[in-house]
């Protein structure tokens, strides 16, 4: 039950239950002798209009003589009916004289025999202290079960809400006037009203106008109706072929007075006022928090809704409630519903400068309300917020989201819309512009730039900041984002220039490594031994693996592992190493000295490409699914500048970042299977490392190599950032295989790689198509955030890729799993093995 002024105490609804228990039990200590003389009384009567079935009788009498004796007798004098002689009218005067005397004794003894009959109401009553009293005695069983239940159900929801002052006085209320209408409008001669069913009209209806749409955990349209049936029917046995004198007027008032007492409550915004006042401590902001959380718990989301959706329409500024009927919206498919309460807390957080905040709530709305138009002046802000991010992607939606709102762009925003967007996209800079074009109060400067920009496609133009702008055009464009149909032109070439330009010597080689400084080798193994829980006498990795590096942040350490637990390393031991000196003019082989990188499968070097981008998806498959590329000219990529790029990206391989996962290779012994049969070895309960052996020979291919990260794994597409290109997104349905394997040689220890096999069913005499994932460049908990550990999202991710695509796993679905993953001493090892590509 939702209370909304915290844990207090239903005393009143506590009080009302103990006294309609303790009238109960009155009503069953009478004095033995009032109970036998009401009895001989019940007699007398009964044998008397026996005798005399033609008398009058009252609903009292008819109670007092019992209904269904009554009933018999009539049917016995319908079948009399016709030998019965006529009684002459004094006589039938003087009989009913008589029966009504007898009727009264009767009636007299059953009130000093049962309270309820003692302090009920009576048609024609004064106003007393019974007029009160009746509420808690009960001539029936069955009425006083069916009323103390009721009580309980919707008085300590009721009181809870109100308070248990303004209870007690309701509870008078709906006693007094109830009282009061029978004495007043019954017919004379009825059954004596007591019991608490005209208190209960009242509260049931109280409580189903106040918990109208599932406030209270029962619904009160389910109550009242409940408790009519149980009223009428089972305690007071109303048929369609006997009604009866049921209390009408009484239930009547009751159901008014609850009706005037919800509505006054709401006018008066008690609820709240006491929500208030019970402090943060015991109110949460809002009762229907409480409520809300509680009827989910249940699976009542219908109820926690409506809970949630009336209680924002009365306080529309509370934040919390607002955000938890948000986040009920989100789950349930209906942010379209709320999201009216979301904008204005959007502008408000970059009023405030907390762009993550409002960047947050727009990720959630394009997710989850995409239809939804939101106003120009809120995307253009969202869209500077995500420059600075440095997501282009969410800025570029936002500004075609703006240029769109073409009622809400005024000329102002327009000119900033064309800021943000000349260098990200033209396109929606020269709509923008064209829509500012239309002002004729624009400045000529910034008119002959924006008419620049149209004639010329120029985004370079400078235009004149309007006095409207509240955001600064200080913040830098972020890159473009990859389209795979346009052709790859390099940042750094000319299409048109030789390759052989672009020779490097090794000097340049080295230079064009990431520049950060040789770290002391001492600082690195202090740093290693802290981070993993090695002691100091322990090598961390063979003397003549100089270019290996000490796990990064995120690092998940394999080799370590404890039987109940995962060795990760902290981001305070992050260590970043330069590549290692490439030899002009050589490429390596993956056998034999092979890059980090692991792009290169071939002998020749003029084989060795990166795969064009696109050919990551076909001419149909890029009208379904958008992917972006930076334009690169592919016949510009010589063998010369592919190394360049190919050694910055062994720089940055060998740079242990967040989400690496290895196995130690120190550990060989402890790795090593007992026997030559067994293989596998067991490092956790899920996670087991297989060392295979190379497969029989058999026909080899060769393979063009992408090193990509995942940046987003969508229901449809792969989101992955091409290291120098940008980012590129990949159908599943593109991927036709998936190897995963951990690879020693690669780092320190053996880091988990993830081959993405565009082309697995084509033609032998075609080279493999890969996408290949490292787990050392990437940290998998941005992309499983739920994860309990980097381990546990990168599995996660692959099984998301794997089930997707639907694509082959290779060498099986249990390796791809990781139970176990496979372990390969290098990746030539691998390549022959898995992917049979020859080395």
Same mark, same amino acid.
């Given at each position: 039950m939702g209370r909304s002024t915290g844990n207090r105490l239903p005393v009143v609804t506590l009080l009302l239950a103990v006294l309609m228990i303790a009238g109960f039990a009155v009503s069953g200590m009478a004095p033995a002798g009032a109970s036998l003389e009401a009895e001989r009384a019940r007699e007398a009567a009964q044998e008397f209009y026996h005798r005399h079935p033609d008398v009058t009788l009252s609903e009292r009498d008819r109670s007092l003589l019992g209904a269904r004796y009554v009933e018999e007798i009539l049917a016995a004098q319908e079948f009399k009916a016709g030998r019965r002689s006529t009684t002459p009218p004094r006589r039938r005067a003087r009989i009913q004289q008589q029966f009504d005397a007898l009727a009264t004794a009767a009636f007299r003894a059953r009130q000093a025999a049962d309270p309820a009959w003692r302090f009920g109401v009576n048609p024609g009553d004064r106003a007393t202290r019974d007029f009160f009293a009746y509420g808690f005695f009960h001539d029936a069983v069955m009425g006083f079960v069916i009323s103390l239940a009721f009580l309980l159900i919707a008085g300590i929801g009721i009181e809870g809400a109100w308070g248990s002052g303004a209870f007690a006085l309701f509870c008078l209320v709906a006693l007094f006037f109830p009282a009061l209408a029978h004495a007043g409008l019954a017919n004379p001669g009825g059954v004596p009203f007591s019991g608490a069913s005209g208190l209960l009209a009242a509260l049931l209806v109280a409580y189903w106008l106040r918990g109208w749409g599932g406030r209270l955990a029962l619904p009160g349209w389910m109550l009242l109706p409940l408790w009519l049936f149980a009223e009428y029917i089972i305690v007071r046995g109303v048929w369609l072929d006997r009604v009866g004198d049921p209390p009408i007027f009484a239930h009547a008032t009751g159901l008014a007075v609850g009706i005037l007492a919800a509505a006054g409550v709401g006018m008066l915004g008690l609820e709240r006022r006491l929500a208030e006042r019970a402090g943060p401590s015991q109110s949460a902001s809002n009762p229907a928090l409480a409520l809300a959380a509680r009827a989910i718990a249940e699976g009542q989301l219908e109820a926690a809704w409506s809970a949630l959706s009336n209680a924002a329409a009365e306080n529309p500024e509370d934040d919390e409630l607002v955000l938890a009927w948000w986040e009920l919206a989100c789950e349930e498919g209906r942010a379209g519903e709320v999201v009216d309460l979301i904008l204005p807390r959007i502008a408000e957080e970059l009023r405030r400068g907390d762009g993550e905040t409002a960047i947050e709530y727009w990720f959630e709305i394009v997710h989850h309300a995409p239809e939804v138009e939101v106003e120009a002046r809120i995307t253009a802000r969202l869209a500077e917020a995500l420059i600075e991010r440095g997501d282009s992607a969410g800025a570029r939606e936002a500004l075609r989201?703006?240029?769109?709102?073409?009622?809400?762009? &005024?000329?102002?925003?327009?000119?900033?819309?064309?800021?943000?967007?000349?260098?990200?996209?033209?396109?929606?800079?020269?709509?923008?512009?064209?829509?500012?074009?239309?002002?004729?109060?624009?400045?000529?400067?910034?008119?002959?730039?924006?008419?620049?920009?149209?004639?010329?496609?120029?985004?370079?133009?400078?235009?004149?900041?309007?006095?409207?702008?509240?955001? &600064?055009?200080?913040?830098?464009?972020?890159?473009?984002?990859?389209?795979?149909?346009?052709?790859?032109?390099?940042?750094?070439?000319?299409?048109?220039?030789?390759?052989? /330009?672009? @020779?490097?010597?090794?000097?340049?080689?080295?230079?064009?490594?990431?520049?950060?400084?040789?770290?002391?080798?001492?600082?690195?193994?202090?740093?290693?031994?802290?981070?993993?829980?090695? @002691?100091?006498?322990?090598?961390?990795?063979?003397?003549?693996?100089?270019?290996?590096?000490?796990?990064?942040?995120?690092?998940?350490?394999?080799?370590?592992?404890?039987?109940?637990?995962?060795?990760?390393?902290?981001?305070?031991?992050?260590?970043?190493?330069?590549?290692? /000196?490439?030899?002009?003019?050589?490429?390596?082989?993956?056998?034999?000295?092979?890059?980090?990188?692991?792009?290169?499968?071939?002998?020749?070097?003029?084989?060795?490409?990166?795969?064009?981008?696109?050919?990551?998806?076909?001419?149909?498959?890029?009208?379904?699914?958008?992917?972006?590329?930076?334009?690169?000219?592919?016949? @510009?990529?010589?063998?010369?500048?592919?190394?360049?790029?190919? /050694?910055?990206?062994?720089?940055?391989?060998?740079?242990?970042?967040?989400?690496?996962?290895?196995?130690?290779?120190?550990?060989? /012994?402890?790795?090593?299977?007992?026997?030559?049969?067994?293989?596998?070895?067991?490092?956790?309960?899920?996670?087991?490392?297989?060392?295979?052996?190379?497969?029989?020979?058999?026909?080899?291919?060769?393979?063009?190599?992408?090193?990509?990260?995942?940046?987003?794994?969508?229901?449809?597409?792969?989101?992955?950032?091409?290291?120098?290109?940008?980012?590129?997104?990949?159908?599943?349905?593109?991927?036709?295989?998936?190897?995963?394997?951990?690879?020693?040689?690669?780092?320190?220890?053996?880091?988990?790689?993830?081959d993405l096999v565009l082309n697995w069913k084509a033609d032998p005499g075609e080279p493999f198509k890969l996408i290949r994932i490292?787990?050392?460049?990437?940290?998998?908990?941005?992309?499983?955030?739920?994860?309990?550990?980097?381990?546990?999202?990168?599995?996660?991710?692959i099984a998301a890729i794997a089930d997707r695509s639907g694509a082959e796993c290779l060498p099986d679905s249990a390796a791809v799993a990781g139970n176990p993953f496979r372990r390969f001493q290098d990746l030539a090892e691998y390549e022959q093995a898995i992917l049979g590509v020859s080395s």
């Open positions: 989201r703006a240029v769109e709102d073409t009622q809400g762009l &005024t000329t102002a925003l327009a000119q900033r819309v064309v800021r943000s967007a000349r260098e990200l996209d033209p396109k929606i800079a020269q709509a923008a512009a064209a829509i500012a074009l239309k002002d004729p109060q624009l400045d000529p400067a910034s008119r002959e730039a924006l008419e620049a920009l149209l004639e010329t496609g120029d985004p370079g133009a400078e235009l004149t900041p309007s006095h409207e702008d509240e955001v &600064t055009d200080s913040v830098d464009p972020a890159p473009p984002i990859l389209d795979l149909n346009d052709r790859i032109q390099s940042d750094e070439e000319d299409p048109e220039e030789s390759p052989g /330009e672009f @020779a490097m010597s090794a000097s340049e080689e080295e230079d064009s490594t990431i520049g950060e400084e040789e770290p002391d080798p001492q600082e690195i193994e202090d740093a290693t031994f802290s981070e993993l829980g090695l @002691a100091e006498d322990e090598e961390l990795a063979p003397p003549d693996e100089a270019d290996e590096t000490s796990p990064g942040f995120g690092t998940i350490d394999l080799s370590e592992i404890d039987p109940a637990a995962l060795s990760i390393a902290s981001p305070e031991d992050e260590i970043e190493l330069a590549a290692p /000196e490439p030899v002009e003019g050589e490429m390596s082989e993956p056998g034999d000295g092979e890059d980090d990188s692991g792009d290169s499968f071939q002998d020749d070097s003029e084989d060795l490409e990166f795969l064009d981008p696109l050919e990551l998806l076909s001419e149909d498959e890029f009208e379904s699914v958008a992917v972006e590329t930076e334009i690169v000219d592919p016949d @510009a990529l010589s063998a010369s500048n592919l190394a360049e790029v190919a /050694e910055e990206a062994d720089a940055g391989g060998d740079v242990l970042a967040a989400g690496e996962i290895v196995l130690d290779e120190d550990e060989d /012994e402890t790795l090593a299977p007992s026997d030559e049969e067994d293989r596998i070895i067991e490092l956790t309960e899920e996670l087991l490392v297989v060392e295979d052996e190379p497969p029989a020979e058999s026909v080899f291919r060769s393979a063009k190599v992408i090193e990509a990260v995942p940046v987003g794994i969508g229901e449809d597409v792969l989101e992955v950032e091409i290291d120098g290109r940008g980012v590129g997104r990949i159908a599943y349905p593109r991927i036709e295989a998936l190897a995963v394997a951990a690879i020693s040689g690669l780092s320190a220890r053996p880091v988990l790689v993830m490292k787990g050392n460049l990437f940290d998998p908990l941005t992309l499983a955030p739920e994860a309990e550990s980097p381990l546990h999202a990168l599995k996660e991710i």
